[in-house]
């Protein structure tokens, strides 16, 4: 098995829409459920306001990280735009951390509380864009 921590960053400079309000945040949640379904085993999930933090695994290694993270960026976008809403301006790439199978649950507990820890929460339960679809292994 093969773990990945990303988070995928909208760019700061240019863009002033917010990824977890009701359009934006539920184009982001369709589309991670469709990641969950069909290319990786998605430990934790949230969307904040300007980030996106996923934790999961697949059984073989992706080649590029970068390129799975350009892929969910696009695919966000076309939600949005098949919504009429106008596609978000993303940092290139994504931040990727180090993460194997005895740091799995530290890195989940971190993505869950994210909304806590930005004040978007009082726990990470009353959080709507969050989730941890699978259990650890």
């Not at 009429?84 to 509380?113: N, P």
Request: glycine share 6%; aromatic share 6%; with cysteine.
């Amino acid at each position: 098995m093969h773990f990945y921590n990303i988070t995928l960053m909208l760019n700061r400079a240019s863009e002033q829409r917010r990824l977890h309000t009701a359009t934006h945040g539920q184009a982001a949640r369709e589309v991670i459920e469709h990641i969950a379904r069909r290319h990786a085993k998605v430990y934790a999930w949230v969307v904040m306001p300007d980030h996106i933090h996923l934790l999961f695994s697949r059984a073989k290694p992706l080649a590029n990280v970068e390129k799975f993270a350009g892929r969910i960026k696009r695919l966000i976008n076309k939600a949005l735009a098949m919504r009429g809403l106008h596609k978000l301006k993303w940092r290139e790439g994504c931040v990727s951390y180090l993460v194997d199978a005895s740091t799995l649950a530290q890195a989940k507990q971190h993505i869950l509380a994210n909304p806590v820890r930005g004040g978007l929460a009082e726990t990470p339960d009353d959080y709507a864009l969050g989730g941890a679809p699978e259990p650890l292994p």
